[in-house]
């Protein structure tokens, strides 16, 4: 089906696309290159182009409170289907079960009817 040469081709392929895919989503470093005047040397310097910031407000130094019963806001965000009462769900919940039950009874029996 394929040539060696073919296969070995779209191996190499496959994996210049990866390795370009996950680099790309490496951070950035700029190096700068400084010449001392006073004693003829060049040093080199790296720095972040982008912080990391990998937390919200972790910075800070204060400590989030922790969600209990006692510190739970009376009116929290809740949807629509949230205030329902579970009747209320019932039919919501099984329109969801027959919308993916459906299409394959359906072809279980084009199945059957085509024998």
Do not use: C
Not at 2 to 28: D, E, K, N, Q, Y
Not at 66 to 85: I, M, Q, V, W
Not at 96 to 109: M, T
């Amino acid at each position: 089906m394929f040539s060696s040469h073919r296969l070995s081709l779209v191996i190499v392929m496959a994996m210049a696309i990866s390795l370009s895919s996950v680099l790309g989503f490496a951070p950035t470093t700029t190096t700068t290159t400084t010449k001392s005047l006073m004693n003829n040397k060049y040093t080199t310097s790296s720095s972040s182009a982008t912080p990391l910031n990998m937390g919200f407000g972790l910075g800070d130094g204060d400590e989030p409170k922790k969600l209990t019963r006692e510190n739970e806001p009376e009116e929290y965000f809740a949807t629509n289907l949230d205030k329902l009462s579970d009747e209320e769900k019932l039919p919501i919940a099984l329109a969801g079960l027959a919308g993916i039950s459906l299409p394959f009874i359906a072809g279980l029996i084009a199945l059957y009817a085509s024998k």
